[in-house]
């Protein structure tokens, strides 16, 4: 079982950027899909990006050109960096690891992280 601590969010103006940070403990990280997972209020929670143990990424489309996912395995971290941010990206972010063959919620979840993006 992995544990995942986020850090990183804040209060930014739209058009600013942040960068999150999920810290894991356990074993098996290097082999974990590694995710980002945002809810908004009165929302679903929701994919932003993820990132496969072999480097593939994958994101939202409301997210494609603005958010990069990335992973560092000697740190056991990976990383969110955030540009162009909008209001609409207001939302607590959430880390979240997996084995490969199952579905999210299945896997391990930190406790999130508030991002706000003030217009």
């Known amino acids: 079982q992995v544990q995942l601590v986020e850090s990183g969010g804040g209060l930014v103006q739209a058009g600013g950027s942040l960068r999150l940070s999920c810290a894991a403990s356990g074993s098996g990280f290097s082999i974990n899909t590694m995710g980002w997972y945002r809810q908004a209020p009165g929302k679903q929670r929701e994919l932003v990006a993820t990132?496969?143990?072999?480097?593939?990424?994958n994101y939202a489309d409301s997210v494609k050109g603005r958010f990069t996912i990335s992973r560092d395995n000697a740190k056991n971290t990976v990383y969110l960096q955030m540009n162009s941010l909008k209001p609409e990206d207001t939302a607590v972010y959430y880390c979240?690891?997996?084995?490969?063959?199952?579905?999210?919620?299945?896997?391990?979840w930190g406790q999130g992280t508030q991002v706000t993006v003030s217009s």
């Open positions: 979240n690891a997996k084995d490969p063959f199952v579905p999210a919620i299945r896997g391990s």
């Open positions: 990132i496969s143990s072999g480097g593939s990424k």
